[in-house]
C-alpha cells in the first residue's frame, strides 16, 4: 500500500567534527588510533581476566564487564565517525538513527551502573575486609550485573519510545491509545473468568518465585541445572506480569484503552521475554544433553563462565530480536482504526491495524522468528535425541524409565510452548481465526508459565528435600 500525503523522514545527515578539510586526515588517524586502543586494550583486559585465575575476583569480574560495556560504547559512533570522515555521504537511516540512540544509551547507562558496583566493591573490600567474601558471593556479583542491563535497557527503552513517539512521521494520525476488546466472554462469565485467571496468575508468580528462593537457599541447588531453572523461572513471572495484569484490570473496566506508549512497550516485553523463555529452555536442554551424554566432562564443560555467558548472551539477542520489532513498528502509520482484537499489545494484531506497507515486518517476524525460535527447537530436538540414544544403552531399567519420564515432561512443555508460538508468529497468515489466537496465546502467557514449576521443579526431589527444609525453617522460628 502506498504511503499517501506523508511527510515520511528516511535519513538524517550528520554535519560531523567541526574542523576543517584539510584537517579530516589527521584526525581520522588520531581517533583510529584511540578506537583501536579502546577496542584492543579493552579485550586484552577480558583476556588476562579470563585465563588468570588469581583475578577471579569480583573486582575482577565486574572490570571485564566493563571492559565489553566501553568497547561497545564505543562501538556505537565511533566507527561511524570515521566513516563519515572519508565519505561524502554523511546521512543515516531512520532505523540507524533511533537504534544508534537506544545502545548510546544503554552502553551509557550501563556504564554508569558498573562504575557505581564496583565502588560498592571497593567499599565492601576496605570498610568490611573481614566479611568481604561474604557480603560479595558470586550470586551478588551476578545480581549486580543482571539489575545493571534491566535498568539501563529499561531507561534506554523508555527515551527510544518517547523520541519515536515525538517524531511519529505523521502528526495527522498519531495513534495517541489503542483498543482492547479483551477475551470472547459474555459479560456474566466475567466474574467466574476473572477469578480463574487471578488463581493462575497468583500460582505462576508464587510458584516461580518460591523456585528462585529455594535455590537462593539451598546451597546443593547451586549446579547449572538449577542456575538456569532460577532464571527461567523469573521469566516467567516477568512473561505473564507483561500481559495478565491487564488483561485482569480490563475485564472490570469499561474503557479499555491502552496509551499508545504503553502499548509499544507492552510489546517489546511481551517478545522480549518470549524470546528469552526460548533461548534459556534450550540452555536447559544443552545442560541435560552434558549431564546425560557426558557425565564425566559435565564440571569441566558447564562451568560458571559458559553459564553465564548462556544467559548473557540469550538476554543480548532477545533484546535485538525485541528492538528489531518495536523500531520497525514505529515507522508504521495508524490511520483510524485503533481496536486492537486481543487482550493485549499483539505484535500480528497491530500490523493488521496498520494502513502502511507491512512487507519488511513480516520479513523481519519470519526471519528473526527462524533465528529465536526455530533454531533453539531445533537445538533442543537434537539434544534430547542425543539424550535419548544414550538412556537406551543403560542396562537399568528403573535408570531409563526415569530419564524418559523427565524428558517427556520437558518435551510436553516444550511441544505446548513451540507448537502455539510457531501458528502465532511464523505463520501469521495462517492465523486468521481471531477466538483462536486468543486461545492459544491464553495457552503460552498464562498456562504454560503456571506449569512450569511444577514440571521442572516441584516434581524434583532435590527441590522437594528444599522445600521441607525451608518448611522446617519456617516452622521453627514462628515458635
Aim: charged share 10%.
Amino acid at each position: 500500500m502506498k504511503k499517501d500525503n506523508q511527510s515520511s523522514v528516511f535519513e538524517f545527515l550528520l554535519l560531523g567534527l567541526p574542523i576543517w578539510p584539510e584537517q579530516q586526515g589527521i584526525y581520522y588517524t588520531l581517533f583510529l588510533i584511540m578506537y583501536l586502543t579502546t577496542v584492543l586494550g579493552n579485550l586484552l583486559i577480558v583476556l588476562l581476566i579470563r585465563l588468570d585465575s588469581r583475578l577471579h575476583t569480583p573486582m575482577y569480574f565486574l572490570l571485564s564487564h566493563l571492559a565489553l560495556t566501553d568497547i561497545s560504547f564505543s562501538s556505537v559512533t565511533a566507527p561511524k565517525m570515521l566513516i563519515n570522515m572519508q565519505t561524502q555521504s554523511q546521512s543515516i537511516s531512520f532505523g540507524g538513527c533511533i537504534s544508534q540512540v537506544y545502545f548510546f544509551l544503554f552502553w551509557g547507562d550501563l556504564d554508569s551502573f558498573l562504575l557505581t558496583s564496583m565502588a560498592y566493591d571497593r567499599y565492601v573490600a576496605i570498610c568490611h575486609p573481614l566479611h568481604y567474601t561474604t557480603i560479595m558471593s558470586q550470586s551478588l556479583c551476578y545480581l549486580l550485573v543482571i539489575v545493571s542491563w534491566v535498568l539501563s535497557c529499561a531507561s534506554a527503552l523508555l527515551h527510544t519510545i518517547l523520541l519515536l513517539r515525538m517524531l511519529s512521521k505523521e502528526n495527522q494520525s498519531i495513534m495517541s491509545e489503542f483498543f482492547l476488546l479483551g477475551l470472547p466472554i459474555r459479560p456474566e462469565q466475567h466474574g467466574v473468568f476473572f477469578a480463574l485467571f487471578l488463581g493462575m496468575y497468583l500460582t505462576t508468580v508464587l510458584g516461580n518465585l518460591l523456585i528462585v528462593l529455594l535455590i537462593r537457599l539451598d546451597s546443593r541447588l547451586h549446579t547449572p541445572m538449577y542456575f538456569f531453572l532460577s532464571h527461567l523461572a523469573f521469566t516467567d513471572v516477568s512473561f505473564s506480569s507483561v500481559t495478565v495484569p491487564k488483561m485482569l484490570v480490563d475485564m472490570h473496566a469499561k474503557y479499555k484503552s491502552i496509551p499508545y506508549a504503553g502499548c509499544i512497550s507492552q510489546m517489546y516485553f511481551f517478545i522480549f521475554f518470549t524470546d528469552l523463555d526460548s533461548f534459556l529452555i534450550t540452555s536447559m536442554a544443552y545442560d541435560r544433553y552434558v549431564a546425560i551424554c557426558h557425565p564425566l566432562h559435565y564440571s569441566t564443560i558447564m562451568r560458571e563462565e559458559l553459564c553465564a555467558l548462556l544467559v548473557a548472551i540469550s538476554w543480548i539477542l532477545s533484546c535485538a530480536s525485541s528492538l528489531s520489532h518495536t523500531l520497525l513498528l514505529s515507522q508504521l502509520s495508524f490511520c483510524a482504526a485503533n481496536t486492537i482484537s486481543h487482550f493485549f499489545c499483539d505484535l500480528g494484531a497491530l500490523l493488521k491495524l496498520s494502513c502502511s506497507d507491512i512487507f519488511l515486518n513480516e520479513l523481519v517476524m519470519f526471519t528473526v522468528g527462524v533465528v529465536v525460535i526455530t533454531l533453539p527447537f531445533i537445538c533442543i530436538l537434537v539434544s534430547y535425541g542425543y539424550i535419548g540414544a544414550t538412556i537406551l544403552k543403560v542396562p537399568s531399567t528403573k535408570g531409563i524409565c526415569k530419564a524418559l519420564s523427565t524428558c517427556g515432561s520437558h518435551l510436553s512443555v516444550v511441544s505446548l510452548y513451540y507448537g502455539a508460538i510457531f501458528g502465532q508468529y511464523l505463520f501469521p497468515k495462517l492465523s486468521n481465526f481471531t477466538d483462536k489466537d486468543i486461545i492459544v496465546a491464553l495457552m503460552y502467557t498464562v498456562v504454560t508459565p503456571m506449569l512450569n514449576p511444577f514440571i521442572y521443579s516441584l516434581r524434583n526431589r532435590d527441590m522437594k528435600e528444599a522445600l521441607g527444609k525451608l518448611f522446617s525453617r519456617a516452622t521453627f522460628f514462628s515458635q
